[in-house]
Nanobody, 127 residues
Framework: QVQVMESGGGSVQAGDSLTLTCTAP????????VAWFRQIPGKEREAVSC????????YYADSVNRRFTIVRDTSKATVDLQLNSLKSEETAIYYC????????????????????WGQGTQVTVSS
């Protein structure tokens, strides 16, 4: 049974930073494309960022580019999403998703591109 686990959510003020962590014991995690999605209340789940295995491409949604950073730590088999300059409208449940392949594709922003999902971690940003 593959389990994808997110951690690091919490409550912060607008303008603050937060780091989310994803891992998936039991998978060759370091060789998989990993993405973060989020679901803002009342809206559809949307893609935030995707990171390939080392050496491959990384993608960001336009709305978070230059504020969020996705980082892979192969020594820990984790992928972090660093959220900077958070906005109140970014209050959401953030989900980690893992693919069966190694490089983020041009379809990285589609949920069906990923096979394994975590339960999500809540991020609340107060204005």
């Amino acid at each position: 049974q593959v389990q994808v686990m997110e951690s690091g959510g919490g409550s912060v003020q607008a303008g603050d930073s937060l780091t989310l962590t994803c891992t998936a014991p039991g998978l060759n995690f370091n060789d998989r494309a990993v993405a973060w999605f989020r679901q803002i209340p009342g809206k559809e789940r949307e893609a935030v960022s995707c990171i390939s295995r080392p050496g491959g491409p990384t993608y960001y949604a336009d709305s978070v580019n230059r504020r969020f950073t996705i980082v892979r730590d192969t020594s820990k088999a984790t992928v972090d999403l660093q959220l900077n300059s958070l906005k109140s409208e970014e209050t959401a449940i953030y989900y980690c998703a893992v693919a069966t392949y190694s490089h983020c594709s041009s379809l990285w922003n589609l949920q069906q591109s990923f096979n394994y999902w975590g339960q999500g971690t809540q991020v609340t940003v107060s204005s």
